[in-house]
């Protein structure tokens, strides 16, 4: 199988080496904006050849959209306006109500497979990719009853070749999810990266006073902005409602401190530590 990757990135870069490393792709076209990620992306392995869009899927069997969440629905339209009835075009982008929308009434739409892998770090561009990233790491596939069965059917092999669990979601119900778990997670670091940055003006203290707690929090704050601002704005009222209640929380236990409310402050961390039983 031949495959085209959109975005040599973090994701798309790691899911390079993954067709590679499990035999999947027998070649791997890239498409790189940069230059200079071109030339990373080649000397790492991560492509065999850099080619534009249009070649690239004019050639490939499978055509993987890896670029930021903004772009991918007209990549997705794109592609889908050259391909033929054996090739499959995925993405791999964490917000899907915009794409399957904007995707919906198209001719080829059943050649199209939305696709999460669930798994990231905060780091970018071609050198952050990661051999044996996807191992054991939740898939979610969104909307497949719109997606033809033998093309739902090679995605699903190609993620359990890399020993992923499958999820399957419409696409509403991602998004909302994805905010919740995912999502907030990167705003609140980005919060507490500011926070600290405007009240601590001395850098040494911080390089010497921060442990790991803060460092585990905060490691999401060294983010690309290029991924999260679409992300963030593409789904906005899920973003939104989450913050509103993440918001709400705080002003809890801003509350609690200020009256010296022990036992309601330990109230809430006894519930907080709760979510060890699901996330271990």
Not at 2 to 17: E, N, R, T, V
Not at 226 to 246: F, G, M, Q, S
Request: charged share 25%.
């Amino acid at each position: 199988m031949k495959a085209l990757i959109a975005g040599l990135g973090l994701i798309g870069g790691s899911f390079a080496l993954a067709l590679r490393d499990h035999g999947i792709a027998s070649e791997i076209l890239g498409v790189e904006n940069s230059e200079q990620h071109a030339a990373e992306a080649l000397k790492m392995g991560l492509a065999d050849r850099i080619v534009s869009f249009e070649q690239g899927v004019a050639e490939a069997d499978l055509i993987v959209l890896a670029t930021p969440v903004d772009t991918i629905p007209l990549m997705a339209v794109k592609a889908l306006n050259r391909v033929n009835d054996r090739q499959v075009v995925m993405d791999v982008g964490s917000i899907k109500s915009e794409l399957c929308e904007v995707i919906a009434m198209h001719a080829h739409r059943g050649r199209f497979v939305a696709v999460h892998p669930m798994w990231g770090t905060e780091y970018s561009g071609p050198r952050a990719a990661q051999r044996g990233a996807f191992s054991g790491r939740n898939v979610v596939l969104c909307d497949t009853a719109h997606s033809d069965p033998d093309a739902v059917a090679r995605i699903e092999a190609i993620f359990r070749a890399l020993e992923c669990p499958m999820v399957y979601m419409d696409p509403e119900e991602h998004d909302l999810h994805t905010a919740y778990v995912s999502h907030i997670s990167h705003v609140t670091s980005f919060a507490l990266a500011l926070t600290v940055l405007e009240k601590e003006r001395e850098e040494r203290h911080i390089f010497d006073l921060a442990g790991g707690g803060f460092e585990s929090t905060v490691r999401l704050a060294k983010s690309s902005a290029a991924t999260w601002v679409p992300i963030l704005l593409r789904n906005k009222y899920n973003v939104l409602d989450v913050l509103r209640e993440h918001i709400h929380q705080l002003q809890i236990m801003r509350r609690m401190i200020e009256r010296d409310d022990a036992e309601g402050l330990k109230g809430l961390m006894d519930r907080a530590n709760t979510i060890q039983r699901i996330i271990k």
